[in-house]
């Protein structure tokens, strides 16, 4: 099985519930997709704006700029020294490299991809584009011998959940007994809310208590689109083995895979700055305060979600039930099913949608 063989886009299947919500009387609440709503800030806009002078090909590693911006940030904001440009690589958003990474690392038939029971389905598109089989599983002891990658995505998406330091480090453990490589998923890690992560760094696969100074196999994912805005600018970037970035780096030059320079310039300067951070999470928070008691005053229960930008929740009914409930109130969410075959009661309701429709929103459960 190859990309010739993937399913339809699972999205398209829910334009009849768009519709249906869009018919509300007082319009459309869409709570669907995971896109954000709120400006660039405006000092990465302006360090946009001082790159457009392009006119070379940028480097697929990376200028040192940026390289360096990574290296920073992770020992700043994440608790990881050690860093250096080798083992550090910017992407052109961190979807590509999901999808791309069991090929840019070799894998093929008969290579076990593992990747979690509620998941991004980019991690099963990723392994089945490279031929090789995708597992889901969240245990580590479940993790089959003859593994290849295992995928953590810490916070998750769509459930929010957390690995702590101890969990993290079960995991390195098993990897290595099995001879896996890992990738981590970490692009939510600085949307925090229930304790301990409301005050405490979320941790990086990379952090010294889970692998020690050891960072063979070890990889860690993370996008600037959710916490800096940037999704249009396809901005992300992975870190870890400095043999596995190598790797990478080397067949992403081959395909041409290169963040274009200006966006390059507007990674740094955005690592660089925590205050629109620190102010893109308020908001977030704020409207995470307002959907979720709303959401259980309507009946649902709210899994997990202690991080990240989505509302992990069900009403104990099948997803297609709740959908067209909540399209009914006017509300698109998204269907527990796009995110694996063990959720078929969940859906998933995302924070990035302004103020207004956040309210709108809460106030229609509130009276449902």
Known sequence: MGISDLDDYPWDSVEPLRTRAAAHR?????????SPVDPTPQIIRDALNAATDAHAYPATAGSAEVREAIVEWYARRR?????????V??????????????????????????HPRAAYPTYEVGARVANATPVAADDPSAWPEGTKLVWINSPGNPDGRVWDVSSLRAAVIRAREIG?????DECYAELGWDAPWDSETIPSI???????ADRANLLSVYSLSKQSNLAGYRAAFVAGSGQMVAQL???RKHLGLMPPAPVQHAMAVALADDAHV???KGLYRARRDRLKPALESAGFRVDASEAGLYLWATEGLDAWETMARLADLGILAGPGVFYGDFFPQHVRLSLTATDASIDAAASRLERA
């Open 89 to 114: 690589l910017p992407t052109i958003g961190s979807k590509e490299l999901v999808a791309l990474l069991p090929t840019l690392l070799g894998l093929g038939e008969g290579d076990v991809v593992v």
């Open 79 to 87: 608790g990881v020294p050690g860093l250096s440009a080798r083992n």
């Open 26 to 34: 007082d319009g459309l609440c869409d709570l669907s997709i995971g």
């Open 278 to 280: 620190a102010h893109q």
């Open 180 to 184: 896996a490589m890992i990738a981590s």
């Open 249 to 251: 780096l080397k067949n």
């Open 206 to 212: 990379l952090d010294p208590r889970v692998a020690g």
